[in-house]
């Protein structure tokens, strides 16, 4: 079994560029979520889809990020235009419907340098 | 005040050891405790979760939550060299509520 996949794995772009991550949760998972760590601090929660549907975007930044879960399967992270401080990793992860955030698999992250 | 407190390290020790790893939190609220592992350049791993107090082992992982102190330890015996790598904790209240990350601790076991 695939597990969860993102891309790219490393992004460099300019400020003020824009720039769109994905997300490929383990086929059957219903949850969906996006994280984002940046340099010297915690894994922070961004935002979670059950299916296509939003259920908590609470820990998205600001109106410069938009994400999608078309159809309920992959996910794309949208970030127009970027700032310096979005640089970070940003993570993935993915679960059963039934278990909700508490087991969650994570992809490998995309890694975004903004310049 | 975070929410959740984590010794970032790093913490070496010798192959065989025994490693203790804590956590402290100040949301009574959660009910749900998880260990991840990252190893460089990877996405955390699950190792294992508690749900409210006890204990719960898993080989040589052994999870323990005081939720009166309100303190989360994981515990690995027999430490191989392949255990190094961040070690992070996580906690939820469950549900669709969203997951609180420690900032992990950094492990390397000396062979």
């Known amino acids: 079994e695939a597990g969860v996949t993102q891309f790219p794995s490393h992004s460099v772009i300019e400020k003020g560029q824009t720039v769109t991550l994905r997300c490929d949760p383990i086929?059957?998972?219903?949850?969906l979520y996006w994280y984002r760590r940046v340099m010297g601090k915690e894994i922070k929660f961004l935002l979670h889809?059950?299916?296509?549907?939003?259920?908590?975007e609470s820990g998205m930044p600001n109106n410069r990020f938009l994400a999608e879960r078309t159809g309920g399967t992959y996910s794309t992270l949208k970030v127009q235009p970027a700032e310096l401080e979005d640089s970070g990793v940003y993570f993935c992860a993915s679960s059963p419907l039934e278990a909700g955030g508490i087991e969650q698999y994570f992809g490998p992250g995309t890694r975004l340098t903004v310049t | 005040q975070k929410e959740v407190e984590q010794d970032p390290g790093p913490l070496s020790v010798p192959e065989g050891a025994i490693v203790s790893l804590n956590c402290t939190y100040s949301n009574s609220a959660f009910q749900y405790f998880m260990w991840y592992r990252q190893y460089s350049r990877k996405g955390p791993e699950l190792l294992m979760y508690?749900?409210?107090?006890g204990n719960k082992e898993d080989g040589r992982f052994t999870a323990q939550v005081d939720k009166s102190s309100k303190y989360i330890s994981l515990f690995i015996r027999d430490s191989q060299p392949s255990d190094s790598a961040t070690y992070l904790c996580a906690m939820t209240s469950g549900g669709y509520q969203k997951v609180t990350f420690g900032i992990g601790t950094k492990l390397q076991v000396i062979p």
């Open positions: 889809f059950v299916k296509e549907s939003k259920q908590d």
């Open positions: 508690t749900y409210s107090s």
């Open positions: 086929s059957g998972h219903d949850n």
